[in-house]
């Protein structure tokens, strides 16, 4: 599975996705979790964060709007709002 995170320069999760200028690409196999790459994003745009991440099976920001939400899945991207850390890596980990 291809995981995307959206990150702010302290490489902590963004509070919006729609703030995002960072997305961090991982990867997760079973429990294996495996940092593939950084992509900066014009961000503030839906269809700029779309087509950064859209070889991505799921997306996890701090908060998703609905209208992404439901722009995501049409393309089998799921939508995950984590909010109990900042972490990309513990955050995925509850994947």
């Not at 960072?22 to 992509?39: A, L």
Request: net charge positive; with cysteine; aromatic share 4%.
């Amino acid at each position: 599975m291809k995981i995307a995170v959206s990150v702010n320069n302290n490489e902590e999760i963004v509070s919006h996705l729609g703030k995002a200028k960072i997305f961090y690409i991982f990867s997760k196999d079973k429990e294996e979790i495996s940092f593939i790459e950084s992509r900066v994003t014009e961000g503030n745009h839906e269809n700029h964060i779309i087509e950064d991440i859209k070889d991505c099976n799921t997306v996890i920001s701090g908060k998703i709007g609905t209208g992404m939400v439901e722009s995501l899945k049409k393309l089998g991207i799921k939508a995950i709002t984590e909010k109990s850390t900042l972490n990309p890596v513990k955050a995925i980990a509850k994947i």
